[in-house]
Structures are given as structure tokens and as C-alpha cells.
């Protein structure tokens, strides 16, 4: 089973290129299953049919579906959060602070990322394309698993309720398996669909860094709506077209320069139509793939953390792609360190053996961060 994540600035044309390597998939013989998590409902457009939340085939081996976050809060959360509630309540809270403490912020979004999760281990296909949302929403859809084990893990008090235990036990088994998924770099990759402008491509390095600190695996870049080099023409239309194709291959430059993005970019021209449908989306499938694999992509990212024996003490090394101007802040929580790039901030587990050490420093280079620590005297 592979899973695979197409996600981008809102805009850049992600959910037709799911769609389309879907089709191509399906074309090839695979059973596919190309599923939306994006709340603009688009996969169908783009498709040229209407989706529902149940997979319907659209063609030989090409099935898709629109998950519907609301409903999946209506059957799933809301009992398991009134659950907790009276349990809440029965110990002495009031009211008020039972309903605050099982609030559970972007849960819909949760919800919608376990329903593929479901799909894939339940329906006969071999690959699950998935069109996510804007790059923000998924950033933050992705998190979740990680954000929620902790709310789970911190919340004590329904342990008195052995029903309401095993219903929270259950939805933390769920929570973890999610994660399992999302960092297997053999089972999931994200790809990223972006169009060939500054700040698009601005974007698409901190989503990098963002998703390296969280462990998955990002294995290729689209960049999409390239003009159609003039050629020969001449005239003012074929003038804009060759400056405008230079500002475009200038920031695809820029972005490999950077040793942030893959070194294979795969690109696709802008065209004169809309594509809609499976004809059109096939076009665009043979464009992007030719006769490679929609599958194979860059290999996996290095493991998150290493270590290596330094003067004084142990260098910890993260594993991320950084631009020159990110912003980086480190800080020490209890056995964690919190690392913050551009705004994004995860908690990495420090090994046993290195809880006890003192962070003296660090420093950037081609591979990321390198920590400095002293040993305790």
C-alpha cells in the first residue's frame, strides 16, 4: 500500500495533479483510490463527476471519494466528547470547565485524516492518492496525531470510568497509528505542488522544513503552470512569454540552489483550457510522468536526529533542510527540546543518555542544525 499526499499554496493547481497521477495510476493497471480531505470539495470538479463520501468508481481501477469532516464529528467525536464530559462533571467539575476541557481544537481535521486511514486498510486498492488541503491547514492537519497524543496523554481524570477509559484508549490507539502512518516513509510521502513565483516558492521551503521536523517524508516537488516557451515567435506576446518564462526558471533555480527542494523537479506547462475530466487529466499525467512511475519520487529523509562524539561533550544533530534567513529557536522542556523554524516548533524526544547534558550551542550548515552538548560534571 502506498499512500500519497498532494498538498500546496491554495491555488497551485494541487488537487488536479492528484488527480491526474490517480488516473495515471488506474491507467496502469493499479487499483486507486483518490480521496479529498480539502473542505473546497474540488476533487470532483476537477474530475468531472460528483463524490460522495463512500468510494464510487469513476473508471477501470479509479475510484474517488469526498470525505465530509462535519459528518464524521456528528457520529464519531461528539459521543465520545459527551462521554468525557459526564465523567468530567462526576468528579466535581462544573459544567463550564467540562465543556472547555473536551474541546478538542481541529478535530474535524483529525477525523477526516483517519477516515483515509480507514479507507486505505479496508478497500481493495493498491494506492491512495489524497488531495489535502492549502499547505497552512495541512501543516496543521499533520501535527495533530502528534498534538493530540498529548492532550490524551494528560487528560487523567476519565481513568475513573472504565467505559469512557476504553472508548479514550481506543481513540489514542487510532491517534498513534496515525502518526505510524505519516512517518513511514515506505507507506506515505508527501509531494508538493507549487506555481513558479517568489512567494509560493517562499512557502514551499518552510513547508519543507516544517514537515522534516515532524518526520515525513517529502519525495518530490511539481511545479506547475510553466508558460509555453516562444520560441521563434516574435512580437510583443512572445516578448512577455520569454521574460515571464525567465522569472520562472530564475525561482525553480533559486529554490534547487537553496538545497531545499529535490534536485528532480518534475514540471507542468500552463494551459489555454481548464483541464476537467479524465482525458484532460491523462494529458496532463503523460506531461508530467512520461513513462516513469508516478510512485517513485526522491529517496526518504535521513533519520530526524544523530549523533556524533564531539570535543567536550556530544553533538546532536537535526536533520533539516533551513533556509539562510530562517529563525531558529531551541529550548529545553524537561527531557525535550523544543525546536521552533519560521513559527514551527515540535518537541524532539532527547535519547536517555543525553538528558542530563547542558546545551551549550549550535550552529547551521548544509544539513541542518548541529547541537552542542557538555557533558554534567
Given amino acids: 500500500m502506498r499512500v500519497l499526499l498532494f498538498t500546496g499554496k491554495g491555488g497551485v493547481g494541487k488537487?488536479?495533479?492528484?488527480?491526474?497521477?490517480?488516473?495515471?495510476?488506474?491507467?496502469?493497471?493499479?487499483?486507486?483510490?483518490?480521496?479529498?480531505?480539502d473542505p473546497a470539495h474540488s476533487l470532483g470538479d476537477a474530475m468531472g463527476r460528483s463524490l460522495t463520501a463512500d468510494p464510487s468508481e469513476m473508471d477501470s481501477d479509479l475510484f474517488g471519494a469526498q470525505i465530509d469532516a462535519r459528518a464524521l464529528v456528528d457520529s464519531s467525536w461528539d459521543a465520545l466528547r459527551g462521554q468525557l464530559r459526564t465523567a468530567l462533571a462526576g468528579l466535581g467539575l462544573d459544567a463550564l470547565d467540562a465543556e472547555e476541557l473536551t474541546v478538542l481544537p481541529g478535530v474535524d481535521e483529525l477525523l477526516s485524516l483517519q477516515e483515509v486511514r480507514r479507507?486505505?486498510?479496508?478497500?481493495?486498492?493498491?494506492?491512495?492518492?489524497?488531495?489535502?488541503g492549502p499547505t497552512a491547514e495541512t501543516l496543521r492537519l499533520l501535527a495533530l496525531p502528534e498534538a493530540v497524543a498529548g492532550y490524551l496523554a494528560r487528560l487523567s481524570?476519565?481513568?475513573?470510568?472504565?467505559?469512557?477509559?476504553?472508548?479514550?484508549?481506543?481513540?489514542?490507539?487510532?491517534?498513534?497509528?496515525?502518526?505510524?502512518?505519516?512517518?513511514d516513509a515506505d507507506t506515505t510521502t508527501v509531494r508538493l505542488v507549487l506555481t513558479p513565483e517568489r512567494v509560493v516558492a517562499a512557502e514551499t521551503r518552510r513547508t519543507l522544513t516544517s514537515l522534516a521536523l515532524r518526520g515525513i517524508s517529502v519525495d518530490g516537488v511539481v511545479v506547475n503552470r510553466m508558460v509555453p516557451s516562444a520560441g521563434l515567435w516574435r512580437g510583443a506576446a512572445a516578448s512577455w512569454l520569454r521574460t515571464r518564462r525567465a522569472q520562472q526558471e530564475q525561482v525553480i533555480a533559486d529554490l534547487r540552489e537553496s538545497g531545499l527542494g529535490p534536485t528532480a523537479m518534475r514540471t507542468v506547462e500552463h494551459r489555454a483550457e481548464e483541464p476537467v475530466g479524465l482525458p484532460a487529466l491523462l494529458e496532463i499525467a503523460d506531461e508530467l510522468y512520461g513513462q516513469t512511475s508516478p510512485l517513485v519520487g526522491e529517496p526518504g529523509p535521513a533519520p530526524l536526529v544523530e549523533t556524533s562524539e564531539v570535543a567536550g561533550g556530544v553533538g546532536l544533530r537535526l536533520v533539516l533542510p533551513l533556509a539562510?534567513?530562517?529563525?531558529?529557536?531551541?529550548?529545553?522542556?524537561?527531557?525535550?527540546?523544543?525546536?521552533?523554524?519560521?513559527?514551527?516548533?515540535?518537541?524532539?524526544?532527547?535519547?536517555?543518555?543525553?538528558?542530563?547534558?547542558?546545551?551549550?550551542?549550535?550552529?547551521?550548515?548544509?544539513?541542518?542544525?548541529?547541537?552542542?552538548?557538555?557533558?554534567?560534571?
Wanted: net charge neutral; with cysteine.
Fill in 119 to 132: 479507507l486505505a486498510d479496508e478497500g481493495p486498492w493498491e494506492n491512495v492518492v489524497v488531495d489535502c
Fill in 157 to 183: 481524570a476519565w481513568r475513573a470510568h472504565t467505559a469512557v477509559a476504553r472508548s479514550v484508549d481506543r481513540f489514542a490507539a487510532q491517534v498513534e497509528s496515525l502518526r505510524t502512518m505519516l512517518t
Fill in 324 to 377: 539562510k534567513d530562517s529563525s531558529v529557536q531551541l529550548a529545553r522542556v524537561d527531557d525535550d527540546l523544543a525546536v521552533t523554524v519560521d513559527g514551527f516548533r515540535r518537541l524532539v524526544a532527547l535519547p536517555e543518555s543525553l538528558r542530563r547534558y547542558t546545551l551549550t550551542g549550535a550552529e547551521s550548515d548544509a544539513r541542518g542544525l548541529l547541537l552542542h552538548l557538555e557533558k554534567p560534571s
Fill in 15 to 37: 488537487t488536479t495533479l492528484a488527480a491526474a497521477t490517480a488516473a495515471c495510476l488506474a491507467r496502469r493497471g493499479r487499483k486507486t483510490l483518490v480521496v479529498s480531505t
